[in-house]
């Protein structure tokens, strides 16, 4: 089976750098994704790694380490806009190696 | 263009009663899942489509769960005798092949009483 870990409430104040962290276990691994959600909304991907290292895409900036089972999310310059669910989540060998299993999501509010 | 659509957005049911909810995806994208969100949880994927390829079905949690796609267009999931635990949000989303970004729909709250 698989599991995904990642802290439940995060705060931090506009401007500021935060980072989510992510951990797993997988039978097999193709990847690691993550999607924000705001709520009452459907969740919009991010990023992805499929491979060690970071992804930057403006603000947000994603990393994974395989051998650690790791990866995390990266929020620079926050915004009061960001205030959201963010969830990480593994493509694997199970299944069909098509699926995504998510992580219970991570709350972030970003304070004035 | 046009993003995943879903229908209804909200649906209210009385227990035992049967539901259909349905899913519009992108056009021109092989791969359609089903997802369910129980309030302030993650996704729980349900049923995944790959062009014509047989469904995965292995996320469905009882056979009052089924799910129907046509083709590589429209897909309905049917609830059968629904009861109060399938209360949730549920969520479609589409992609191209099946290995890259998934787009979600807007979701089908749906209540059942």
């Given at each position: 089976?698989?599991?995904?870990?990642?802290?439940?409430?995060?705060?931090?104040?506009?401007?500021?750098?935060?980072?989510?962290?992510?951990?797993?276990?997988?039978?097999?691994?193709?990847?690691?994704?993550?999607?924000?959600?705001?709520?009452?909304g459907a969740p919009t991907f991010l990023s992805y790694n499929a491979l060690d290292g970071l992804e930057e895409t403006g603000r947000f900036s994603s990393f994974l380490s395989r051998s650690d089972s790791y990866?995390?999310?990266?929020?620079?310059?926050?915004?009061?806009?960001?205030?959201a669910s963010y969830f990480c989540a593994v493509r694997d060998a199970s299944g069909s190696a098509r699926q995504l299993t998510f992580g219970s999501g991570t709350q972030l509010t970003v304070l004035p | 263009g046009a993003g995943v659509s879903q229908s209804p957005s909200n649906?209210?049911?009385?227990?035992?009663?049967?539901?259909?909810?349905?899913?519009?995806?992108?056009?021109?994208?092989?791969?359609?899942?089903?997802?369910?969100?129980?309030?302030?949880?993650?996704?729980?994927?349900?049923?995944?489509?790959?062009?014509?390829?047989?469904?995965?079905?292995?996320?469905l949690p009882s056979?009052?769960?089924?799910?129907?796609?046509?083709g590589e267009s429209v897909s309905t999931l049917t609830i059968q005798r629904t009861q109060q635990e399938d209360s949730?949000?549920?969520l479609c989303a589409s992609s191209p092949q099946g290995t890259g970004p998934q787009y979600f729909g807007p979701g089908t709250r749906l209540t059942v009483l």
């Open positions: 089976g698989q599991s995904l870990e990642q802290p439940s409430e995060v705060t931090a104040v506009e401007g500021a750098i935060v980072q989510i962290n992510c951990t797993y276990q997988t039978s097999g691994f193709y990847g690691l994704s993550w999607y924000q959600q705001h709520d009452g990866g995390y999310l990266l929020l620079q310059e926050l915004q009061m806009k960001d205030s | 649906k209210v049911t009385e227990k035992g009663k049967d539901v259909e909810l349905r899913c519009d995806p992108i056009s021109g994208h092989t791969a359609l899942y089903w997802y369910r969100q129980r309030l302030g949880q993650g996704l729980e994927f349900l049923i995944y489509f790959q062009g014509n390829s047989a469904p995965d079905k292995s996320g056979d009052r769960f089924s799910a129907e796609r046509t949730a949000v549920y």
